[in-house]
């Protein structure tokens, strides 16, 4: 999607800290980080978030998944919590379907 964000990122248009990078999806590290470790997982393909995966698309929700925990280990990361935001009310701001990966510091539940 041309006007989107992540897209361009995704594309190499808007630069990025990259951690991973594959034709299918990037990982790179969160610009404004809420942990002291906090890196994103996209999709390159557009789709607006979680509440747009269908039986169509969701292969890649498991790539990303075999792909955060491939990262992780390469990091060092004993522990980590996986995010996605669907909508404005759960704090989506960028419509593109992002995982963000948190680790490094003590986390509450539930969540805020
Ligand atoms: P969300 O609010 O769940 O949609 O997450 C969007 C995330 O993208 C936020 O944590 C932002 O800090 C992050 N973000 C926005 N612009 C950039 C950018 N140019 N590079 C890296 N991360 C970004
Ligand atoms: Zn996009």
């Known amino acids: ?28 590290y969160d610009i404004d980080p809420k942990a002291p470790t906090h890196f994103l997982v996209i999709p390159k393909e557009h789709i607006s978030g ?8 969701s292969s890649i929700v498991a790539y990303a998944f075999e792909t955060i925990a491939r990262l992780a280990k390469e990091l060092g990361l004993s522990s980590f919590r996986v995010v996605t935001n669907w909508g404005e009310q759960a704090g989506q701001s960028v419509p593109h379907l992002h995982f963000h990966v948190l680790a490094g510091r003590d986390m509450t539940w539930p969540p805020g």
């Open 50 to 57: 979680a509440g747009e995966i269908t039986a169509e698309n």
């Open 1 to 28: 999607m041309s006007d989107c964000l992540f897209c361009k990122i995704a594309a190499g248009e808007i630069p990025s800290k990259k951690l991973y990078e594959d034709d299918r999806l990037l990982a790179f």
